[in-house]
């Protein structure tokens, strides 16, 4: 008999959480064991997948239909499904209400967490240890949770999609220019900040350099947490209330010929354009899990510069990437985050030599390509379905 099993987050094709609860949806969809079923709605432009996939998906979404049709009308109280629910946990481990104060808990409810801030109060402590288990994004996750006295818990790594992900052969769509890939939630975590100023050094001494970015997401009030460095001019927001990323960039000093701001990309489209890429950039400060856009860049066999600090640890290997290896502690006034073991500061300096290093020497640079590409070839998200779902079924 499957189990039905409910992810409770939203689904989709834009952000991180939506790409993992789409994947597990998909790889759980043939799996004789679990049934997918997703306890938020489903709206079709959010998810971008073909039109196989949309069959192996119908179930899916009618299972969820049903969810979510008995839930309707609920309000004020927590309701318990009868069987397994994986629910999405914030920094502070409480589950977003559905609407209205509607909780949803589990038999059992399984956290599935990507904490970004080390320091956990007594509180946040409590409310972990309550869980009968959590699923952690990264081994750095785990590590701290257990230094907390939080036993039940295993790490879990996100996966990419081989059949989309891999290496392959570039379009060529912008020959001459060496591309520099930035992508992710802008907010000062990821580190958007530390890539422009970077790069500005970096394209006045090479007029051929064009930095790509895909910094869009759901939650633009959060691009205004960048500010705090100090290390570029405040973010640019359009008309609109969303971040003008062409702006910003020109207003630290980036060439309108040497920046592309890429929109919002849904995840199946996103592939052969980063497979043009000649380098890719993750600076951030840090990554409660391993950071899917970079693990896809690498799958790509794209030569990635990582910040060797939090979640970000699990990727580097040996001439897997270009590891930026000096980490200053953070502190100050960034929500909190203390010193060690907390997030990591990329020095500008190391990033402009990482990129020089990527530009001058191109053997080395497919090296770290290759490197990364067979790292990232043995974490498919079909692994990644088939451990959750061993944890779900050993609670059971």
């Not at 949770?145 to 081989?162: C, F, H, K, M, N």
Request: charged share 20%.
């Amino acid at each position: 008999m499957r189990r039905r099993v409910v992810i409770h987050w939203g689904v989709s094709s834009f952000f991180g959480w939506g790409v993992y609860g789409l994947n597990l949806a998909l790889h759980w969809s043939n799996d004789p064991a679990v049934e997918p079923l997703c306890s938020y709605p489903l709206r079709d432009d959010q998810i971008v997948v073909d039109p196989l996939k949309t069959r192996v998906l119908a179930r899916f979404r009618a299972e969820s239909e049903g969810l979510q049709g008995r839930l309707a009308g609920l309000s004020n109280r927590t309701v318990t499904a009868d069987g397994p629910v994986l629910s999405a946990l914030g920094n502070d481990f409480r589950t977003a209400p559905l609407r209205d104060e509607l909780r949803l808990a589990g038999t059992p409810t399984v956290g599935v967490v990507f904490f970004e801030v080390p320091q956990l109060d007594a509180e946040t402590v409590e409310r972990a240890k309550a869980l009968p288990f959590i699923v952690a994004g990264s081994t750095w996750n785990e590590r701290i949770l257990r230094e907390y006295g939080v036993a039940s818990v295993r790490t879990v790594i996100q996966g990419i999609d081989p059949t989309l992900f891999h290496p392959a052969p570039k379009a060529g769509l912008m020959p001459g220019r060496f591309l520099v890939f930035s992508g992710g939630k802008l907010e000062l975590r990821k580190g958007q900040d530390l890539v422009l100023a970077a790069f500005r050094r970096f394209a006045e001494r090479h007029s051929d350099a064009v930095l790509v970015t895909a910094w869009h997401s759901p939650w633009p009030q959060f691009a205004r947490t960048v500010d705090v460095s100090g290390q570029a001019a405040p973010v640019v927001f359009g008309p609109n209330g969303k971040v003008d990323a062409t702006a910003w960039a020109a207003a630290n000093g980036i060439p309108a010929d040497q920046f592309v701001d890429l929109g919002a990309v849904p995840n199946a489209l996103i592939a052969p354009i980063l497979r043009e890429m000649d380098v890719a950039l993750f600076p951030n400060r840090s990554e409660g899990g391993t950071n899917l856009v970079a693990m896809e860049c690498m799958a790509c066999g794209v030569p990635t510069i990582l910040s060797a600090n939090t979640g970000h640890l699990d990727l580097i290997q040996p001439d897997s990437c270009y590891p930026l290896a000096h980490q200053r502690p953070v502190s100050g006034p960034y929500a909190g985050v203390g010193t060690t073991p907390g997030w990591g500061e990329s020095s500008v300096d190391e990033i402009v030599d990482r990129l020089e290093k990527a530009y001058s020497d191109q053997e080395d640079a497919r090296r770290k390509g290759a490197g990364g590409a067979a790292l990232m070839a043995a974490r498919p998200w079909a692994r990644t379905a088939a451990e959750m779902r061993d944890v779900v079924l050993s609670l059971i």
